[in-house]
């Protein structure tokens, strides 16, 4: 499994990062989205993440 932020797309809302911080973490420099644990995370969340994200920019690998 792999998580990963489209950053071109990301428009740095911050709502991945509320929902799974454990996963997401928003660089507030760059208003950008990053993966801090790409290899893993709580599942329902990685998808709650993915459904919330307005611009549909998180992906997952399975
Ligand atoms: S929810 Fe999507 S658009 Fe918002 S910060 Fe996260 S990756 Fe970027």
Known sequence: ???????????????????CPQVFRLDTE????????????PEDLIEEAIESCPASCIYEEK
């Not at 499994?1 to 929902?19: L, N």
């Not at 989205?33 to 995370?41: D, L, N, R, T, Y």
């Open 30 to 41: 760059k208003e950008k989205a990053e993966v801090i644990m790409p290899k893993g995370g």
């Open 1 to 19: 499994m792999a998580v990963y932020i489209d950053e071109d797309e990301c428009i740095g809302c911050g709502t991945c990062e509320e929902i």
